[in-house]
């Protein structure tokens, strides 16, 4: 099924709200609206896929799928800085989770260097 280009603009235009709704949960620590964004997110994303556009666009569309594509940079940077942050903040408390090859966890090496050096 084609959508028309000027449905494609507003498809676009959704995914962007959904990305910025996740990517302003992500800025705000917020777990309750991260989750929230998820469906909405989903939607956007599957209604995507079933469009299309001319390699010609409209300029509108383009601009829109600009506007997308920072969207998805800023909340890729922002879970990023979390995934930083939670990793951090666990191998401070010593709990940091490392996988060894037998996939049962292993100790972290970190704790071992901070021990060895006393």
Known sequence: MTVPEHDVCGLVR???????????????????????????LAQAAAALRAASARAGADPALRR??????????????????????????????????DYARHGRPAAAAGVHALTARG
């Open 14 to 40: 959704e995914l962007v709200a959904a990305l910025d709704g996740l990517g302003d949960a992500l800025a705000a620590n917020d777990l309750t609206g991260l989750l929230a964004s998820e469906p909405r």
């Open 64 to 97: 829109d799928l600009d506007k997308a594509r920072q969207a998805l940079r800023r909340c890729a940077h922002l879970g990023d800085g979390l995934a930083s942050f939670v990793e951090c903040s666990l191998f401070a408390q010593g709990r940091a989770i």
